[in-house]
């Protein structure tokens, strides 16, 4: 196959900073999707809908003449949430969901929950409104080790959230391992999840080749082989509960590289085009259209988009580093090639720094 066409697909999940940063990025996600769940995880949080809909003008102030595209809001769920600011994000047309962060659990979440017994109140309106919880599945315990964070939090955390709320639609945001796939499946139709093109592509030896890269760091960690495989299956089989989401997350080469890194792997330069890597990997191409551009308007019941974009079976150079405001980053691949390549892509956002 020297090309492929598809319908535009969105990214339900993805980090744009704001400020120069945002501007610096927003062109890259523009570029290959139509809309996108934005995270709310700011410095202050996206906590009211009042401060959503401050944040999506300053996306759409931000997009570049002749793009278009279409953020979708998040609100930051805290122990302050009240079902009144669930009914309000409902009234306001602009919110898709609200994001549940553990408390401390990644980049920027220390505002978030550190019991969600708390947010019972929260959660139920959520449930009569419709409105889907979204989670960052990870335990902050430190007794509990890195690797088996995920697993421990849908024992513990997860399980009896939709025990309690049945009718509460839940998506786990990017799945890491074989466990999550099978609580997934095993779930009802409310419960989804997303998957990143990162932990397709990559397990935990990517941390460690050469030497510690400190740009393949992210949270949740990349896991071993054997999960890898169990997410790759889960993205190319054709269940609707999995779609993409790239948890794209920017961050300056000086706070990656130092001794207290950042998480966070910045892909939104080649998304679409590295899922269009991993399903060819794993003989499944016919079956991405369905995970990039059906499955995730079908949870979120919002209509599948009607125009197309277009990949070549043509291999490019990524530049070694991005133009990131006044500042640089280190995009995933930097410096090696990707198999795929949007038709009549502008050279990527800054162009080499």
Known sequence: MTALTLVRPDDWHLHLRDGAHLRAVLPDTARRFARAIVMPNLKPPVTSVGLAARYRASILD???????????MTLYLTEATTPADIAEAMESG???????????ATTHSAAGVTDIARCHGVLAAMEEAGLPL???????????????????????????VVRRFPRLRVVVEHITTREAVDFVEAASENVAATLTAHHLLLNRNALFQGGLQPHHYCLPLLKREIHRGALLRAATGGSPKFFLGTDSAPHTRATKETACGCAGIYTAHAAIELYAEAFEQAGALERLEAFASFHGADFYRLPRNEDRITLEKTHWNVPSQLAFGDEVLIPFRAGERVAWRLAEQPAPTGAEA
């Open 62 to 72: 931000a997009l570049p003449p002749g793009m278009r595209f279409e953020p979708l």
């Open 94 to 104: 602009i919110v898709a969901a609200v994001k549940y962060y553990p408390a401390g």
């Open 134 to 160: 979204l989670v960052h599945g990870e335990v902050t315990d430190p007794a509990v080790d890195v690797f088996d964070r995920e697993k421990v939090f849908l024992e513990r955390v997860l399980l009896p």
